[in-house]
């Protein structure tokens, strides 16, 4: 089978490819070739057992979007996004990619003649603002309070549209916040959720900007792979006409995110963590999703981890070789 | 002031008209102009107290939406669609239509420097899709099961985002099924539940092609034009961020509709209803909200009727000089 990947050069699409360069298959379909679509260079998985390519392109521009379904993936797997910071920024950056690039890709896949494949078309819990219920169920309404929460929730209409009129087969899934992020601290306001675990286990001090008390949906970067190679084999069959699936997540306060840590990791490195609170972090983050009960997605077999410590053991064995700094 | 109404040729837009030339003002401020954008001329209303200008274009065409807020209309209603069946037969006409051309309007207000004008958007309760709990609240999400559903809703999305940005002062008004609607019978799925008290109100058989306990949502055409007076002069400074409001309406059965019309009008008027089961439209009704929990609306100012009575009431005084065929 052909894999086209938009957005292929992000963190999640790397792990996705990674994870597809290890199984050779997809639903017992051996992968033959993958198109890594991004706005920089994908590269290449190591060891890797089918065709590889990596296109520089940008699907908001006429004609790209046709170009990239020329030769009918039989999957597509939507995660290219201009993100939340960046699309508040820059109000047409983030129409225009968000919006236009997704509708570009749906059309282009429409006015293909006979073709209908299987679209993953990744949203965000963005797609909802505060006030919330504690725990936000499968039925509550998206209000949207960034322009990239929008674009997300635009999205979602459209791939539920598109789907209900047969022009291909979609299914959308809403992440989590990922935790724990590899790689180095960002500015990202929820960059802290990662920082505080992974850095303490590399030896490196890290800052919590907010209260204890702050509580938030996680799941790990394993488990954004699961979703997305389940969203992509999974039977559509039964999932009727309301395509957009909150995935389920863990939900905790950053007192259990430390406490998990301590168990697993030991009173050293939960010393590496340095409270500096930030007014401004603790703002955005008030706004932010608490807690969710994602019944839908649990229903048809989307899987998370079940605790925190499972989410940190994963980022033990997955990042660090099952070692860190004590 | 100056008034701008896209759709301005349509039944609810020409009803909007003729009362504010009953008026001449509109929230305390006389009206200089009003300028009735539509595919086809509107006309001006008798004794119109204000300039009038009937402006035929295509707003999802480039420069349009530009042209119509050259002169800075303080209001605009956007009352202009493609409505269900046709956005369901044409997906190309309705997407253009329903989401260009709302999204032009909306750019060309953005890129006039120093505009910030209400506008008042029309949306449906056909952003909502079946299955529903038996009232549906302010907080159900949009499962739209049309196209034009899903432009509405999109529409919503925009028309929050955009006034959240600041480059407008929106307001989204979801219409209940406007009944008793003026005019001759039509092909609309809806349209019996106008039909059966209408057509025997002008001493003319109809025909009733659902079951007596069918429930559906009504408000008058006398309380659309409310909502959108309401909608177009109300102090937005608490709405919030959540600007897509469905609008109060009356909840009851075909059964309840004829009891009301039989006390009204009596059992010779009622006897003019001729029962045609038809399953098609049946099918099409069952997908269709029965009834609300319009709490927000209530709360912000918008009115409707309390009952169905009332409903013929209103058609009876507003359309029928008072009078009806006994």
């Known amino acids: 089978m052909h894999i086209l990947i938009l957005g ?3 963190m999640v699409g790397r792990k996705f490819i990674e994870r597809l360069a ?3 298959e997809l639903g017992g379909k051996t992968i033959d070739k993958i198109t890594a679509q991004d706005v920089v260079a994908a590269t290449a998985p190591a060891a890797c057992p089918f065709a590889f390519d990596a296109v520089v392109s940008d699907v908001s521009l006429p004609g790209q979007a046709e170009a990239l379904i020329a030769s009918r993936p039989e999957l597509i797997i939507h995660l290219a996004a201009v993100v939340s910071g960046e699309a508040e920024a820059d109000f047409d950056k983030g129409y225009r990619i968000n919006l236009d690039g997704t509708r ?3 059309e282009a896949i429409r006015h293909a003649e006979g073709y209908k494949p299987r679209v993953v078309f990744t949203s965000s819990v963005a797609v909802f603002g505060a006030p ?3 725990k936000i169920d499968d039925e509550f309404f998206t209000t949207p309070l960034t322009s990239y929460g929008t674009q997300k929730a635009i999205g ?4 539920c549209d598109y789907s209900r009129r047969g022009f291909f087969d979609g299914v959308g899934i809403r992440l989590p916040t990922i935790c724990v992020r590899p790689g180095t601290p960002n500015k990202a306001a929820s960059g802290f959720f990662s920082n505080i675990i992974r ?3 590399n030896g490196i001090d890290a800052v919590l900007p907010v209260s204890d008390q702050v509580r938030h949906w996680h799941a790990s970067p394993r488990s954004a792979v699961g979703f997305l190679i389940h969203a992509a084999t999974m039977d559509t069959s039964t999932i009727g006409p309301r395509r957009a699936l909150t995935m389920p997540g863990y939900s905790c306060t950053v007192a259990e995110q430390i406490e998990s840590l301590r168990k697993i990791a030991g009173e050293g490195v939960v010393a590496r963590i340095k409270r500096v ?3 401004v972090i603790d ?10 009960e994602a019944k839908r997605a649990a229903a048809l077999g989307f899987k998370s981890e079940a605790n925190f410590e499972e989410i940190i053991r994963v980022h033990i064995d997955d990042e660090l070789g099952g070692n860190f700094v004590k």
Do not use: Q
Not at 156 to 159: I, N
Not at 283 to 292: D, T
């Open 132 to 134: 919330f219920h504690d």
């Open 283 to 292: 703002g955005i983050v008030a706004g932010w999703p608490r807690n969710f």
């Open 22 to 24: 290890h199984t050779g």
């Open 156 to 159: 979602e209409l459209l791939l």
């Open 104 to 106: 570009h890709l749906f």
């Open 277 to 279: 609170p930030d007014p």
């Open 199 to 201: 850095e303490p286990l």
């Open 8 to 10: 292929g050069a992000g």
